[in-house]
């Protein structure tokens, strides 16, 4: 079956301006992550869906990041006012079951990613 | 402190050479869980195989092999016989009851260059 999908697959803005990245998880995966993948910083987590819920947004670096899901399915990464550090790869992942802490591991899958460039 | 590393940052080798890429983790749980991920250029990471932290046999899968040692806190992967195609970024990934929110825990990533 089809895989995560993202879009766009890259995005260029100028720094100050908002963007919107979207994912759109394999059919009926209850799970959703997004992280971040910059030069230097590795994989960095930033939040998590449980259905439309995001339990705990401590995860995204600042308060102009917010992300949001809809129907339990597609989710939106929004960044307001974008600065020179947020140029990064972002990744959507999903997953059937939430890997609850000491519970099943369920494997994330990912999309190809939105790569991200504030001038 | 990281929860997994992965010292090699980069390894070349020349085709049909053996890789082994290393991954050292660390927790304090019994229960936890450990991945493998592959990113080629194109840069979707490809989920290559988790395994729990009951299991300790070693798993094969055509060219692959991963070999699962708890009292070194190792999860290494070795490539046998390796191909242009093998070239990509591999990353080792750790979930343990820690893990709230989710998350997994990445190392950063070994570079793999094999050249023909």
């Known amino acids: 079956g089809a895989g995560v999908s993202q879009s766009p697959s890259n995005k260029v803005t100028e720094k100050g301006k908002d963007v919107e990245l979207r994912c759109d998880p394999i059919?009926?995966?209850?799970?959703l992550y997004w992280y971040r993948q910059s030069l230097g910083q590795g994989l960095e987590f930033l939040i998590y869906?449980?259905?439309?819920?995001?339990?705990?947004k401590s995860g995204l670096p600042s308060d102009r990041f917010s992300a949001e899901r809809t129907g339990g399915s597609v989710s939106t990464l929004t960044i307001q006012r974008t600065q020179q550090e947020d140029s990064a790869v972002y990744l959507c992942?999903?997953?059937?079951?939430?890997?609850?802490?000491?519970?099943?591991?369920?494997?994330?899958?990912f999309g190809p990613g939105t790569r991200l460039t504030v001038l | 402190a990281q929860k997994v590393t992965q010292a090699q940052t980069e390894i070349s080798v020349v085709e049909k050479e053996d890789v082994t890429l290393d991954c050292v983790y660390e927790t304090r749980d019994t229960t936890y869980y450990l991945f493998w991920y592959k990113q080629p250029p194109s840069g979707e990471l490809v989920f290559l195989i988790r395994?729990?932290?009951?299991?300790?046999q070693n798993e094969i899968s055509g060219r692959y092999s991963w070999n699962f040692q708890k009292s070194t806190s190792s999860f290494n992967f070795t490539i046998t016989a390796s191909q242009v195609v093998d070239s990509a970024v591999y990353f080792c990934a750790l979930h343990d009851r820690g893990s709230t929110l989710g998350r997994l825990y990445f190392g950063r990533g070994t570079q793999l260059t094999v050249w023909p």
């Open positions: 395994r729990n932290s009951f299991d300790e």
């Open positions: 869906f449980q259905g439309n819920s995001a339990p705990d």
């Open positions: 059919s009926g995966h209850t799970a």
């Open positions: 992942a999903s997953s059937l079951l939430m890997q609850a802490s000491g519970g099943v591991a369920d494997t994330q899958y």
